[in-house]
């Protein structure tokens, strides 16, 4: 069955450490994203890609950087810039720039330790 | 003022009533509407794109009107897996691009 899959589903990271959360599809989309979800609060864009080896800055970019090097994969890291990290990390991706909606990864959990 | 703008609620409702969502938006350039569902600690899913004519999918009826900018999400005879937040979400023309934009959702509880 064709889907999004994030890995992994929890992760624990130190204070002042990278780390690198998965997205893969296998939808054949052309687009994908990520979101940021804080308790209480809506999705947040961090970043977007359009097409492979093309990506875009969201609106709360600062401290996250994502590569595209292949159409089914769009990792994101989270740096040690980024000086609130803790929150729910969604990948999502589209056809068609959205037009017909998002579908979602079951999403990554980050806690800061 | 927000792009999309839901009551939060939680809307507290008995098992078999019926509760209305609203979900107002700026952009009179929107393109397309969908209401989506996100259960506690997951991804959101698709509940049912909105068109100007209105649809129905069972037990959720969901509005558009373009000239108030206002979309509205009926579910009749709650059931107690209704239980969830409902995100209105636009897709929109962004500065650049064409998004997606979501509301912060409305929450809403069934019980017995």
């Known amino acids: 069955d064709g889907g999004i899959t994030q890995s992994p589903k929890y992760l624990f990271r130190k204070e002042g450490q990278n780390v690198t959360l998965s997205c893969e599809q296998n939808?054949?989309?052309?687009?994908m994203y990520w979101y940021r979800q804080d308790p209480g609060q809506g999705l947040r864009l961090i970043y977007y890609?359009?097409?492979?080896?093309?990506?875009q800055k969201g609106d709360i970019a600062e401290g996250y950087s994502v590569s595209r090097e292949k159409k089914e994969s769009f990792p994101l890291t989270v740096t040690s810039a980024q000086k609130n990290p803790t929150a729910f990390y969604l990948c999502?991706?589209?056809?068609?720039?959205?037009?017909?909606?998002?579908?979602f990864g079951s999403g990554t959990r980050l806690t800061v330790v | 003022r927000k792009e999309v703008e839901q009551d939060p609620g939680p809307f507290n409702v008995p098992e078999g009533a019926t509760v209305a969502f609203n979900c107002t938006y700026s952009?009179?350039?929107?393109?397309?509407f969908f209401w989506y569902r996100q259960d506690c600690r997951k991804e959101p899913k698709l509940l049912m794109s909105?068109?100007?004519s209105g649809n129905e999918d069972g037990r959720f009826t969901a509005q558009l009107n373009r000239a108030s900018q206002y979309i509205s999400l009926l579910i009749r005879d709650s059931k107690l897996s209704d239980s969830a937040t409902y995100l209105c979400?636009?897709?929109?023309?962004?500065?650049?691009?064409?998004?997606?934009?979501f509301g912060t959702g409305t929450r809403l509880l069934v019980s017995p």
């Open positions: 909105v068109y100007s």
């Open positions: 939808l054949n989309h052309d687009a």
């Open positions: 979400v636009v897709f929109t023309r962004g500065t650049g691009f064409q998004k997606l934009v």
């Open positions: 890609s359009q097409i492979v080896n093309d990506f």
């Open positions: 999502a991706s589209s056809q068609d720039r959205g037009r017909d909606g998002y579908t």
């Open positions: 952009n009179s350039a929107s393109q397309s």
